[in-house]
């Protein structure tokens, strides 16, 4: 396996696959197919962020865990949304209207997850690891 440098002096080598951020992230955008597999890359980024890791790494796990949390509450209130909507209205144009917005809410998870993994793979901190946008 080919190995990546994480340090600019090119003293500390790692496998990619032993970026612990990269994971979670490969993990979270797996997600999109399986479902399962985001609350196993959740459950390891706290498992992660509790342990002993590297400076970077900790803005990564705090940023990914928020990134689950922002998808998680979109889900629980626009899914039932949809339901009430269509059972209740009898209107389709509704649930069109939160699909479209669920879309959208799945596309910006999954844009804040690329980021953090193309900065992972630099072992680069996430500038705003607490915001609730793309983190700059």
Request: glycine share 8%; aromatic share 14%; hydrophobic share 55%.
């Amino acid at each position: 396996m080919e190995e990546k440098t994480h340090a600019k002096d090119g003293s500390s080598k790692i496998p990619l696959l032993a970026n612990r951020p990269f994971v979670v992230g490969v993990l979270f955008i797996l997600g999109l197919w399986t479902g399962f597999s985001v609350l196993v890359g959740v459950a390891l980024a706290y498992l992660f962020r509790s342990r002993e890791h590297e400076a970077w790494e900790a803005s990564h796990f705090e940023f990914l865990i928020r990134t689950f949390w922002i998808g998680f509450a979109a889900f629980v209130m626009l899914v039932p949304a949809m339901i009430i909507a269509t059972v209740e209205t009898n209107a389709p144009f509704w649930m069109f209207g939160l699909g479209v917005v669920l879309l959208l809410v799945v596309v910006f998870t999954s844009a804040r997850t690329v980021l953090s993994i193309m900065r992972a793979i630099e072992a680069k901190p996430m500038p705003n690891p607490g915001s609730l946008t793309f983190g700059n």
